[in-house]
């Protein structure tokens, strides 16, 4: 029989990124990439590292909606893309996009997060 993979068992860990623009979001659903700032990537890394599915929650700054959502498909490595035109994001890593579509935040009001004082999830 085959053994279990050894990540299975492991927690899925759910992160918010917040873009600050629509552009961002169309080039990472393009080319299944995302990029963050450097003070991000350490939790994130850790997470891919420490967890069997890492999902990641899409929303533009401003814009009252989700954009959608992806799942971490690397850990986030060393090389810079040029697709972002910011000079403050860190490496890049791979992301498969599982759903892209604008969701209102107020669909989404019912979710409380215990790790931030029980606040709406937006």
Known sequence: S???SPRQNMPVRYF???SSNL???GIS???GIWST???NEGKLNRAFGESS???LIFSVQGSGCFQGFARMGSAIG???SQDWASSGFGGVFKVEWIRK???PFQFAHHLLNPWNDSKKVQ
């Open 29 to 31: 659903q393009q080319k």
């Open 78 to 80: 060393c090389e810079k």
């Open 101 to 103: 579509e604008s969701i």
């Open 23 to 25: 552009q961002n979001i």
């Open 2 to 4: 085959k053994s279990s």
């Open 16 to 18: 918010i990124m917040k």
């Open 37 to 39: 700032v450097p003070s």
């Open 53 to 55: 599915r890492v999902y």
